[in-house]
């Protein structure tokens, strides 16, 4: 079954405590990306990676890395969370980064910062 | 730059018609994607339109007119489960690098009266 799967679902973390959500997909996909939702705000692009070792920031990519070395994972690194970084986390994947290619979302990881 | 626009929210009556538009404006246009994500869920894909005119989905239809940088998303005989967020998306091609990336609409809130 094609997905991706991100990990953890739901997770509660503390002020300055790094932690990686992880992100993998199995369809063979050029194009990951994180995105951040936020009531009000919609989808906010962090970063995204065009294909292995090619990663870029997106709209809102303070506090936050990500790397690609490997095709099918990208995971995304909070160093040193804030609050301010509680919101609702997408990992999201197509063949390219063109609309005619269907993105594929993962289930989404709800992070709280205390 | 880039920058889509769409309404916050819409409501509409079980069985009646309703249009979401979408405006655009991004380099190197590939086409216009619309995404549906249910309260707690991940966005969906709905449609694709890379030529101008309309393409039908059984009960939605999407339009694009690359002239005006402008879409819609046409759902017809609404139904209770159709309430839910829409979003528009389009490709963005960085001017001075090869980098593409996919960029979400705010999105627009549908609630669906009985």
């Known amino acids: 079954e094609a997905q991706v799967t991100q990990n953890p679902r739901y997770l509660i973390t503390v002020t300055g405590k790094k932690l990686t959500v992880t992100c993998s997909q199995n369809?063979?996909?050029?194009?990951m990306s994180w995105y951040r939702q936020d009531p009000g705000l919609g989808l906010r692009q962090i970063y995204y990676?065009?294909?292995?070792?090619?990663?870029d920031k997106g709209d809102v990519p303070e506090g936050y890395k990500v790397s690609r070395k490997e095709k099918r994972n990208f995971p995304l690194i909070l160093e040193s969370p804030s609050p301010n970084q509680t919101s609702l986390y997408f990992c999201?994947?197509?063949?390219?980064?063109?609309?005619?290619?269907?993105?594929?979302f993962g289930e989404g990881s709800w992070l709280t910062v205390v | 730059g880039q920058s889509l626009e769409q309404p916050s929210e819409v409501t509409a009556v079980e069985g009646a018609i309703v249009q979401i538009n979408c405006t655009y404006q991004t380099s190197g246009f590939y086409g216009l994607s619309w995404y549906q994500q249910h309260d707690g869920g991940a966005p969906t894909f709905l449609s694709y339109n890379a030529l101008d005119g309309l393409e039908e989905t059984g009960r939605f239809s999407s339009f694009l007119s690359r002239s005006d940088s402008y879409g819609y998303l046409l759902l017809q005989e609404l139904q209770m489960k159709d309430s839910a967020s829409y979003f528009c998306a389009v490709t963005h091609r960085e001017v001075y690098s090869s980098a593409s990336k996919i960029i979400f609409g705010s999105g627009t809130r549908l609630s669906i009266r009985p």
């Open positions: 990676s065009m294909n292995v070792e090619v990663t």
């Open positions: 369809m063979n996909h050029e194009y």
């Open positions: 999201a994947s197509s063949l390219e980064a063109r609309p005619g290619n269907t993105i594929y």
